[in-house]
């Protein structure tokens, strides 16, 4: 676990990975098949649509612009600035520059928070206040997606990026001490063994009716 005066250091690290391979990245992730994910968001939300959804860590904005397509009011957040501007040109939605690490969300303003592989990039000792920075800036009622790689609580560096590998019963920990109801979880991709299933997605309410998270 890192110590606390080194968590900037290691998400500056992350970072710029991903502003030295911005392209490359969108070239590799375009056309993957998210829908499956997208879908558990948005049949968790409940009320009429059209819903108002952060995408956390949208990239270069592959999923921003499906949630437009489906009608909905989608805003990017990446902690890379070039990843903000290409979301911007490729959706068209509004995005924000900012570190997970360093939120500055507004109150209660979204339906669905979609974070699509990553909240595993933020610091164990870190995720304690982004999860109640999430919850803060749901409506109450709201709905957070996850989506991250699975593994057994390590957390470091594989190569040039930073993650944290939880299984379920650790990301339930932390979720639910953030003040989130748990609505359901599946492994992907679907169709295969377990062991072959990399990624854990969960899904998580904010209730209707609740005390601020702290």
């Not at 649509?49 to 009608?71: E, M, N, V």
């Not at 009011?73 to 903000?84: H, T």
């Not at 595993?120 to 989506?147: D, E, I, N």
């Amino acid at each position: 676990m890192p110590a606390p005066d080194d968590i900037d250091s290691i998400t500056r690290r992350t970072l710029d990975h991903y502003e030295r391979n911005a392209e490359q990245f969108f070239e590799g992730t375009r056309d993957h098949d998210v829908s499956q994910n997208i879908a558990a968001l948005l049949d968790a939300i409940e009320g009429a649509a059209p819903y108002t959804i952060l995408d956390l860590g949208c990239g270069p904005g592959r999923d921003l612009k499906a949630f437009s397509a489906l009608g909905h009011v989608a805003v990017g957040l990446d902690g890379s600035a070039r990843f903000a501007d290409m979301a911007r040109a490729h959706s068209g939605c509004e995005v924000w520059h900012q570190d997970f690490v360093r939120l500055d969300l507004p109150a209660a303003r979204f339906d669905g928070v979609f974070a699509n592989a990553a909240l595993f990039h933020v610091p164990s000792l870190a995720l304690p206040r982004v999860l109640g920075q999430l919850y803060a800036t749901l409506k109450p009622g709201g709905v957070l997606f996850s989506s991250n790689p699975r593994g057994q609580n390590q957390e470091g560096w594989n190569g040039p990026r930073y993650g944290s590998y939880y299984d379920y019963e650790t990301w339930e920990r932390h979720l639910t001490a953030a003040g989130f109801v748990a609505l359901g979880h599946y492994y992907r991709p679907s169709g295969v063994p377990r062991a072959e299933q990399a990624w854990l997605a969960s899904v998580w309410r904010k209730p209707a009716s609740c005390a601020p998270a702290g």
